[in-house]
T-cell receptor, first 110, second 111 residues
Framework: DTEVTQTPKHLVMGMTNKKSLKCEQH?????MYWYKQKAKKPPELMFV???????INESVPSRFSPECPNSSLLNLHLHALQPEDSALYLC?????????FGEGSWLTVV | SQQGEEDPQALSIQEGENATMNCSYK?????LQWYRQNSGRGLVHLIL?????REKHSGRLRVTLDTSKKSSSLLITASRAADTASYFC???????????FGTGTRLKVLA
């Protein structure tokens, strides 16, 4: 099973809302990632968890808060977002050098 | 920024033709990978080439790597309409898990 599952597929939220994006993998991968992708742009690295510990934070604003409850789950908590945060949020995991991506969560901030 | 540059940004070819896209990067690498993304979907790993390799093949894909020029190319032979997608190279700083993607090439294959 080489699958990374992301929910929800689409999310519309107001600037005062609190919501979460969820990601799950059952491949036993020990590294998990959040990427943000705007239209016609490459994915931009946000966070990396290695063995359930946050190892990379690419200077992401605190309105994005990652959480890794266990080795299979990765959450991205969203609070007080701005319209410019609207994007495709991609979760990924890796074993060795290959990254496996989920299908992404489309986020629209209104 | 560590981000790689890809060219061309966009490429439109006829079915059956070959497509070549190039990637340049800035820092030393352990390996370079190519990924494909269909519109609005997740990325799919295509092929990895290690820093001590110069060329690698996988089906209709051929990847080259020139570490002296910090560049790589992806060749798709005998293209099909289903190859229409965006293609990204990705590099990682040594063992850091910090995978950085190039700017991407949008390929359109016309039937």
């Amino acid at each position: 099973d080489t699958e990374v599952t992301q929910t929800p597929k689409h999310l519309v939220m107001g600037m005062t809302n609190k919501k979460s994006l969820k990601c799950e993998q059952h491949m036993g991968h020990r590294a998990m990632y959040w990427y943000k992708q705007k239209a016609k742009k490459p994915p931009e690295l946000m966070f990396v968890y290695s063995y359930e510990k946050l190892s990379i934070n690419e200077s992401v604003p605190s309105r994005f808060s990652p959480e890794c409850p266990n080795s299979s789950l990765l959450n991205l908590h969203l609070h007080a977002l701005q319209p410019e945060d609207s994007a495709l949020y991609l979760c990924a995991s890796s074993q060795g050098n290959t990254i496996y991506f989920g299908e992404g969560s489309w986020l629209t901030v209104v | 920024s560590q981000q790689g540059e890809e060219d061309p940004q966009a490429l439109s070819i006829q079915e059956g033709e070959n497509a070549t896209m190039n990637c340049s990067y800035k820092t030393s690498i352990n390996n370079l990978q190519w990924y494909r993304q269909n519109s609005g979907r997740g990325l799919v790993h295509l092929i990895l080439i290690r820093s001590n390799e110069r060329e690698k093949h996988s089906g209709r894909l051929r990847v080259t790597l020139d570490t002296s020029k910090k560049s790589s190319s992806l060749l798709i032979t005998a293209s099909r309409a289903a190859d229409t997608a965006s293609y990204f190279c990705a590099t990682e700083g040594s063992g850091t898990y910090k995978y950085i993607f190039g700017t991407g090439t949008r390929l359109k294959v016309l039937a």
